[in-house]
């Protein structure tokens, strides 16, 4: 059992990996500041590990505050002696990149300097960092492995690369380290129990939330970017991975960055399995019993005929592999969408 801080513990994936090591008996020190989250997910997390009200206060502790702001960071430092980090805040919007690139700089590069400079001062050296598949940019092979060239086509895909190196130098330059990079693919889906979920801002930019939206009836229909790409039936296709899958790969590559010798492990989660737009919808169709009407429209800029993920590296580092497929991932994140149709803004009032 360690203790962890858990930077965006209250996000998409941030909730669901909390509630996984809260089942593995980890007490947990969240800091977020809320930008793009809502307390009632951790509050959700609480209910469904099912603390005891007099633990509650050990196990799940949760700091509304900003990773660039050294004083939240102490504070969440001072509040428990932290075993490790698992660094899920930032901001991950590729078009906002395109228009703000500052901000992404800022709170994804500039914030992740001072964490690691607050993890010196704490002497801890163990931490687990989300990156991205948008590292590969446009792939030059698929399935993609770890060892594909670097070269984001972005400025969100920039700022992973920039800490993915800032992670290197810093492994390099003192003995002690252990980290590992998490090169996420598509991540989708919600826990089973529907109660927490992918809950975007405004009109969702990504595939899934967009299709359980329509399901649901509050988007009309979807517009499917291309029909004339590379692929079986001219639908972009993408590695789509549940998000307890994911969240369960956090906790194996914890488990193997405390139980070996320091080191810098860069790993893709992905599940290996491509999966079209176009096959997505009917798997949402058919775990829901909705139509989901789409529109095929031009490609979207920016995007790539297809990416999949060589899932080999971190089966054999980690232990760990996917166990859902796409039938579990729309048959949770409908139960997600479906009890909570306007995402956790769904909930009544505290109090
Ligand atoms: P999310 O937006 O749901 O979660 C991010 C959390 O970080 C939110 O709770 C937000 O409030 C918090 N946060 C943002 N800025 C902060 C700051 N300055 N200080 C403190 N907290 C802050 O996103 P997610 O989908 O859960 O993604 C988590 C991580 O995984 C991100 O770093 C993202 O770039 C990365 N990632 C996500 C995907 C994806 O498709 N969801 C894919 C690859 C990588
Ligand atoms: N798509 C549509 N219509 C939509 C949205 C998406 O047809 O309304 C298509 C896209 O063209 C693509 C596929 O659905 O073929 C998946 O698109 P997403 O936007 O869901 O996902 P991306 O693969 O483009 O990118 C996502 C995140 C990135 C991240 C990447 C890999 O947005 O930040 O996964 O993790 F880097």
Request: glycine share 10%; hydrophobic share 40%.
């Amino acid at each position: 059992m360690a203790t962890l801080l858990i930077t965006g513990g209250a996000g998409f994936i941030g909730s669901h990996t909390c509630l996984v090591l809260l089942e593995a008996g980890h007490n947990l020190v969240v800091l977020d500041n809320f930008s793009n989250s809502s307390p009632e997910a951790l509050r959700r997390v609480a209910s469904l590990a099912e603390l005891p009200p007099a633990t509650q206060q050990q196990r799940l502790r949760v700091i509304q505050g900003d990773i660039r702001q050294p004083a939240d960071l102490q504070q969440a430092f001072t509040a428990a002696s932290i075993d490790a980090v698992i660094h899920f805040a930032g901001l991950k919007a590729v078009g906002e990149s395109v228009q703000h690139p500052l901000r992404y700089w800022d709170v994804n590069v500039a914030g992740s300097r001072q964490l690691l400079a607050a993890m010196q001062v704490a002497g801890c050296r163990t931490l687990v960092f989300s990156s991205s598949a948008t590292l590969y940019g446009y792939p030059d092979q698929v399935p993609i492995p770890e060892t594909a060239p670097v070269q984001p086509i972005n400025p969100y895909g920039h700022s992973k690369a920039a800490v993915e190196r800032l992670l290197a130098d810093l492994a390099a330059s003192e003995p002690g380290w252990r980290i590992a990079s998490l090169r996420y693919f598509n991540p989708v889906g919600a826990h089973p129990s529907g109660r927490i979920g992918e809950d975007p801002n405004g009109i969702p930019n990504n595939l899934f939330p967009f299709i359980t939206q329509v399901a649901v009836g509050r988007r009309q229909q979807l517009q499917v970017f291309g029909s004339d790409w590379p692929t079986s039936d001219g639908t972009g296709v993408r590695d789509y991975i549940h998000v307890m899958d994911l969240a369960e790969g956090h906790a194996a590559a914890l488990t193997t960055l405390l139980g070996e010798p320091p080191q810098l492990l860069t790993l893709n989660l992905g599940s290996g399995q491509g999966h079209s737009v176009l096959e997505v919808v009917r798997a949402l169709e058919s775990a829901s019993g909705r139509r989901v009407p789409y529109a095929l429209v031009e490609r979207r800029p920016g995007d790539a005929a297809t990416t999949v993920a060589d899932p080999t590296q971190a089966s054999a580092r980690l232990g760990w592999r996917t166990r859902r497929g796409l039938p579990e991932i729309c048959r949770d994140g409908w139960a997600w969408q479906q009890a909570n149709p306007e995402g956790y803004a769904s909930a009544p009032p505290a109090g």
